[in-house]
């Protein structure tokens, strides 16, 4: 199979930064000033660009657990944009998917860098964890005095759990291509869901359009193609 010479490479990637970053750009306008086909327009195509991106774009081809995230995380993106009914718990359940499925991606990943027993860094595990406790803490209260929300108190602790069990891994991926690329990904990744979760439950974040969706995009944009290096 012919594999394209790493110049061309480079230029369809410039050219897809390019496309990416004015998809990301449209979407919040049409979000921040109530544009409604601009919003439903450009939202799928964040990742839908990504999906496309990572089949054609490039020699090298996604994982089959990367693949199945990214379907979660189009089908989470659809789910959220969508006003008119609230569809938070079910995007949630989508992206808890994403999680598990980027999560299965990076182990897989992690276990081919060595046959030896995997020797994954403990005290990044205390880092992310500490983090954890951190933020539900900081939830709780919130949760606990407004009965609408105490259902959702458990799905939100195991997604949190998720969260940060997935920025873990992929910061363990060691010194792989684009490792650097996958692990601020995550960590953005996770800044944006504390954002929408603060947003949400706590209080209003000034611009948390931009903030969310702008770290969001950037997560995923970082995920995916790291890992395609």
Same mark, same amino acid.
């Given at each position: 199979?012919?594999?394209?010479?790493?110049?061309?490479?480079?230029?369809?990637?410039?050219?897809?930064?390019?496309?990416?970053?004015?998809?990301?750009?449209?979407?919040?306008?049409?979000?921040?000033?109530?544009?409604?086909?601009?919003?439903?327009?450009?939202?799928?195509?964040?990742?839908?660009?990504?999906?496309?991106?990572?089949?054609?774009?490039?020699?090298?081809?996604?994982?089959?657990?990367?693949?199945v995230?990214?379907?979660?995380?189009?089908l989470?993106?659809?789910?959220?944009?969508?006003?008119e009914?609230?569809?938070?718990?079910?995007?949630?359940?989508?992206?808890?998917l994403?999680?598990?499925?980027?999560?299965?991606?990076?182990?897989?990943?992690?276990?081919?860098?060595?046959?030896?027993?995997?020797?994954?860094?403990? &005290? &990044?595990?205390?880092?992310?964890?500490?983090?954890?406790?951190?933020?539900?803490?900081?939830?709780?209260?919130?949760?606990?005095?407004?009965?609408?929300?105490?259902?959702?108190?458990?799905?939100?602790?195991?997604?949190?759990?998720?969260?940060?069990?997935?920025?873990?891994?992929?910061?363990?991926?060691?010194?792989?291509?684009?490792?650097?690329?996958?692990?601020?990904?995550?960590?953005?990744?996770?800044?944006?869901?504390?954002?929408?979760?603060?947003?949400?439950?706590?209080m209003?974040?000034?611009?948390?359009?931009?903030?969310?969706?702008?770290?969001?995009?950037?997560?995923?944009?970082?995920?995916?193609?790291?890992?395609?290096?």
């Open positions: 199979m012919h594999q394209p010479h790493p110049s061309q490479t480079d230029r369809r990637t410039y050219r897809f930064t390019a496309l990416f970053i004015s998809i990301t750009v449209l979407e919040m306008l049409g979000d921040e000033l109530a544009v409604r086909w601009l919003h439903y327009g450009f939202k799928p195509l964040i990742m839908g660009s990504l999906m496309v991106y990572s089949q054609l774009g490039t020699s090298r081809r996604p994982s089959a657990w990367m693949g995230g990214m379907v979660f995380a189009l989470g993106d659809v789910l959220l944009m969508i006003r009914v609230d569809l938070f718990a079910v995007g949630l359940g989508a992206f808890l994403m999680q598990l499925s980027y999560s299965a991606a990076f182990w897989q990943s992690i276990r081919r860098q060595t046959t030896r027993l995997i020797h994954l860094r403990w &005290q &990044q595990a205390l880092l992310f964890a500490g983090y954890l406790v951190a933020f539900l803490g900081m939830l709780y209260p919130a949760f606990l005095g407004t009965p609408a929300l105490k259902p959702l108190w458990w799905p939100v602790v195991v997604y949190a759990i998720c969260l940060c069990t997935m920025g873990f891994l992929a910061s363990q991926r060691g010194p792989k291509a684009g490792a650097s690329w996958v692990t601020i990904g995550a960590l953005l990744f996770i800044l944006s869901d504390s954002a929408i979760a603060i947003d949400k439950f706590l209003p974040i000034p611009g948390a359009t931009v903030l969310i969706m702008s770290a969001y995009a950037a997560a995923q944009y970082l995920i995916v193609l790291g890992m395609l290096r």
